[in-house]
Antibody, heavy 122, light 105 residues
Framework: EVQLVQSGAEVKKPGESLKISCKGS????????IGWVRQMPGKGLEWMGI????????RYSPSFQGQVTISVDKSISTVYLQWSSLKASDTAMYYC???????????????WGQGTLVTVSS | SYELTQPPSVSVFPGQTATITCSGD??????ASWYQQKAGQSPVLLIY???KRPSGIPERFSGSNSGNTATLTISGTQAMDEADYYC????????FGGGTKLTVL
């Protein structure tokens, strides 16, 4: 059974750093792209970026380039989303999701993590 | 940057057909996917590559894509279909529509 299990909710202060995780199981972890999606409170889905666990090739939405870092530790089948200095506007639910195709124009996400709620407040 | 536009809300009576649209420039030349998100839950893939349903998705969910509009059709809508629905496509990067709240009256 394919599963993406994310780390737990976080409460942080502005300016702090944070790294959340997404652990994949039940499939060949290094052969599928994993993406991150933001959902701010009461709002829609926003694609942040994606990583190929096989070689750590990461690509970012222009809206999130330079704001976050996506990384992977394939030895433990885990993808990370990291901030160096959080802002209150980073408060959101963050989902990881598996992309089951390497053909760019066919991009879609077939399995999703349960979400990690990040709250940034002073 | 590429944009996908959805109506904020759609209402339907139980048993009727719900139609949710997603508009984008020459969207018919791309591939559209649809996701359902119920309150407090993660999104679920309903339709990919315009018309394909993953295993486990009921046949009452169907998709089409032509011209500038992709459409998600829910036949025989049930109360359990009340949720937010998002379209998604790729144009130099992955793009989601703003979402449509489906209310089953």
């Amino acid at each position: 059974e394919v599963q993406l299990v994310q780390s737990g909710a976080e409460v942080k202060k502005p300016g702090e750093s944070l790294k959340i995780s997404c652990k994949g199981s039940g499939y060949s972890f290094t052969n599928f792209w994993i993406g991150w999606v933001r959902q701010m409170p009461g709002k829609g889905l926003e694609w942040m970026g994606i990583i190929w666990p096989g070689d750590s090739d990461a690509r970012y939405s222009p809206s999130f380039q330079g704001q976050v870092t996506i990384s992977v530790d394939k030895s433990i089948s885990t993808v990370y989303l990291q901030w160096s200095s959080l802002k209150a506007s980073d408060t959101a639910m963050y989902y990881c999701a598996r992309q089951p195709t390497t053909v760019t124009k066919l991009v879609h996400f077939d399995y999703w993590g349960q979400g990690t709620l990040v709250t940034v407040s002073s | 940057s590429y944009e996908l536009t959805q109506p904020p809300s759609v209402s339907v009576f139980p048993g009727q057909t719900a139609t949710i649209t997603c508009s984008g420039d020459k969207l018919g030349d791309k591939y559209a996917s649809w996701y359902q998100q119920k309150a407090g839950q993660s999104p679920v893939l309903l339709i990919y590559e315009d018309i394909k349903r993953p295993s486990g998705i009921p046949e009452r969910f169907s998709g089409s894509n032509s011209g500038n509009t992709a459409t998600l059709t829910i036949s025989g809508t049930q109360a359990m279909d009340e949720a937010d629905y998002y379209c998604q496509a790729w144009d130099s990067s992955t793009v989601f529509g703003g979402g449509t709240k489906l209310t089953v009256l």
